[in-house]
């Protein structure tokens, strides 16, 4: 890799802190990008600026202005031109505005379609230093639809032994209306142990049936091998496993079943129901859960029979985990993970409010789980393939299907 030297000019940078921050961080980071520029270059003909080498692969023709938009405004960079070989490619610009575009795309479009506020109006020109009249938009949307659809319908290879399942809700405007949009997702782990966004899409509502589409486009792009299914009880969620994965059990999310028995509870006992939930859901074996279970239910059921029904009637379902070695299951007991997610999600949607329409929602979101997914790709695995590999060749794949089967028949009584 070539060698990166950022030069700064010290009275310059002490001057622009002490009079405008923005500008001082502008001129940083225009500087560090250029400097990125030049050493792209660099590596790219294999050689330093006037250095005779055999390697080189052609030579430097000057510079090009380009401007990018970032969240402190508008930056001009000086692109390198190659000449007598290969023309200068760059990253920058696409790895640092991805998300930032989809952003500006998506606010911008408001304006143009005279659904925003001046606020939002407000916010762009913040963010972007700019205006954007409508042809750009529409090119920046055709781009960025691309990638986006590209990743949504990108086939699933491979085996993916555990999924988490989830949807959040998005305001968006159709027929001259604002409704709510429940915008699902599906985060997978594969064989490999490295988890990763495997879907995502937009629906009416919960429901039983787009619970089933969305499910259905998931087995239809290749999803194969799941294990095992973590989510909420959503009834269009155990509905939809039951019909398009019939043979895979659905764990029930232990926070949020620990949640609907604790808020059945009167005040002064929830913490400790709570802590003796904990306690169950933390026992070495199944056997030592029930035997904590009936501990539980014998204790509380004087002051809090509903919640003990409940308790009694969600166990098994919360407990599907069980079958799986001791070190996994911590990993997908819960959909913590989804959760945390879905934050995101509404905190990068802020700034919008109401999408124009279902599109910039699919833009903007997906743009945010491509982003996300990146991260995902240079996290520690879970497990390894060995270590999928001895789990598939033990009986806990037949210990799963045959609590799947008892879970359909409950289902169907």
């Known amino acids: 890799m070539a060698q990166l030297n950022i030069t700064l000019n010290q009275d310059e940078i002490l001057q622009l802190l002490s009079d405008n921050r923005d500008d001082a961080f502008k001129k940083l980071l225009q500087s560090s990008l250029n400097a990125i520029l ?54 920058v610009f696409d790895n640092y505005s991805r998300s930032e575009a989809a952003l500006v795309v998506c606010m911008a479009e408001m304006v143009v379609n005279g659904v ?29 639809d691309e990638s986006v659809s590209e990743f949504r319908q990108r086939p699933l290879t491979g085996s993916y032994p555990f999924v988490t399942i989830d949807a959040t809700y998005f305001k968006v405007r159709e027929n001259s209306r604002v409704i709510s949009k429940a915008f699902m997702i599906a985060y997978g782990t594969n064989e490999q142990g490295k988890r990763e966004i495997i879907g995502f899409g937009v629906y009416q509502n919960e429901s039983k049936e787009t619970w089933k589409q969305f499910l259905q486009s998931l087995k239809d792009r290749g999803l194969r091998n799941v294990l095992m299914f973590t989510s909420d009880a959503h009834e269009g969620i155990i509905n939809a496993i039951s019909k ?15 949640r609907n028995i604790s808020d059945k509870v009167p005040k002064k006992y929830q913490a400790g129901i709570r802590s003796e939930l904990q306690e169950m859901f933390k026992a070495e074996t199944i056997e030592a859960a029930r035997k904590k279970r009936d501990e539980i239910i014998a204790d509380y059921r004087e002051v809090a029979d509903s919640a003990m029904t409940c308790l009694d009637e969600g166990f098994e379902s919360a407990m599907t985990v069980m079958s799986l070695p001791k070190h996994l299951r911590k990993y ?30 699919v833009r903007l979101m997906g743009s945010v789980l491509i982003e996300f997914n990146d991260g995902l790709a240079v996290r520690k695995c879970i497990f390894t393939n060995q270590t999928y590999q001895e789990l598939m060749s033990s009986e806990v794949p037949a210990t799963l299907i045959n609590i799947a089967m008892e879970q359909r028949n409950l289902l169907a009584a």
């Not at 080498?53 to 052609?58: A, L, V």
């Not at 407000?122 to 042809?135: N, Q």
């Not at 398009?244 to 620990?258: D, E, I, Y």
């Open 332 to 361: 997908y007991r819960t959909s913590n993970h989804i959760e945390r997610m879905n934050k995101e999600l509404k905190r990068r949607s802020k700034a919008i409010g109401v999408f124009s329409n279902e599109e910039s929602l």
């Open 116 to 144: 925003s506020t001046r606020k939002v109006s407000t916010v762009m020109e913040t963010l972007c230093g700019t205006s954007y009249s409508k042809s750009t938009v529409s090119e920046a949307c055709k781009k960025l």
């Open 38 to 91: 030049k050493a792209e270059s660099t590596a790219q003909l294999k050689a330093e600026p006037y250095e005779r080498s055999e390697e080189r692969t052609g030579s430097r023709n000057g510079f090009r202005d380009r401007t990018l938009n970032t969240r402190i405004g508008s930056i001009v960079l000086s692109v390198p031109k190659h000449r007598d070989g290969e023309p200068f490619s760059t990253l």
């Open 244 to 258: 398009v994965f019939p043979n895979v059990p659905w764990q029930r999310c232990q926070f949020h079943f620990s």
